[in-house]
């Protein structure tokens, strides 16, 4: 009985779908030892690096054993000198691991409850009005640093000056905030609340 699995190797420390030799052996009826000595002549042949997939299984009496997981291409060069019934076996097991995988890899989607949606929308709303600049609070300094520009806000008009446009907004534009903005009796544009009783 396996009571621990030291890794060794970076492939098997990775998210990478690999094929332990256990699994070869299994599915190509063949012992562990021949499939770890063909694993071995092969990748050796090949010039591949052997610790990249290598674990050490430690059993509950102090043993252990070197178990190499495969990626799918080291996999597909040990099996293609195996018989075509094995091929076979070896190439479904790959295409369930590799489905396997892809279902992992799907971005799991939660439903949220109606009322969350609503709140969420109702704070979206709220951020999008905060710095759209038509929105209320933007809405009048846009309209003053026009109006400070010489042009009417609503109508995209030349204006004499500031003064005339607040004197006479009411009749520029019946939606015009007049109550918002006035002038002093020293000329001067301050808001309606801030002006003194003279």
């Not at 299984?57 to 190499?68: D, G, I, S």
Request: proline share 6%.
């Amino acid at each position: 009985m396996t009571t621990s699995i030291i890794t060794t190797g970076a492939i098997a420390r990775s998210n990478i779908p690999t094929m332990s030799s256990l699994e070869i052996a299994r599915l190509t009826d063949k012992t562990h030892n021949n499939v770890l000595r063909d694993i071995r002549n092969v990748l050796i042949q090949a010039e591949i690096d052997l610790l990249r997939f290598e674990q050490i299984e430690k059993f509950a009496n102090n043993r252990t054993r070197v178990v190499y997981n495969l990626p799918r291409l080291e996999c597909d060069l040990i099996v293609s000198g195996y018989s075509v019934k094995y091929r076979w076996s070896i190439i479904q097991r790959w295409h369930e691991l590799e489905k396997q995988a892809a279902q992992r890899s799907l971005p799991s989607t939660t439903l949220l409850p109606v009322e969350q949606i609503k709140e969420l929308q109702i704070r979206l709303d709220r951020l999008s009005n905060l710095f759209n600049p038509l929105s209320q609070p933007f809405g009048d300094v846009t309209d003053i640093s026009r109006l400070l520009r010489g042009r009417c806000p609503r109508l995209n008009k030349p204006v004499p000056s500031y003064v005339n446009v607040l004197d006479t907004s009411a009749e520029i534009h019946e939606n015009w905030p007049t109550w918002k903005f006035h002038v002093s009796p020293t000329k001067k544009l301050a808001p309606k609340h801030e002006l003194e009783e003279v």
